[in-house]
């Protein structure tokens, strides 16, 4: 399983914050991933459904956040 923050989700807003928080950190910075990126640290595996999504669509709930109110993409594979 990975979940991993999106820099493709209002992007603007992203790209601030981790401009922000890169800025207060000594040592490794924090980088954001748009979706493809994100997909790409599958390759090789067995990609379960419903793929890279937003977290609050794997197992959709009445009353869920909007997909613009989680910015993270995530997604669950397994060795093929």
């Given at each position: 399983?990975?979940?991993h923050?999106a820099?493709?989700i209002?992007?603007a ?10 800025q207060?950190?000594?040592g490794p ?7 493809a990126?994100i ?6 595996l067995d990609?379960l ?6 977290p609050?669509r794997?197992r ?8 613009a109110?989680?910015t993270a993409w995530?997604?669950?594979a397994r060795?093929?």
């Open positions: 399983m990975l979940a923050p820099s493709d209002r992007a807003n992203m790209a601030e914050m981790t401009r922000r928080v890169n207060r950190m000594s910075q924090a980088t954001m991933r748009d979706r990126a997909t790409r640290f599958f390759d090789g990609l459904e419903p793929g890279v999504v937003q609050q794997w959709p709930e009445p009353g869920a956040l909007s997909p109110q989680v995530c997604g669950v060795k093929a």
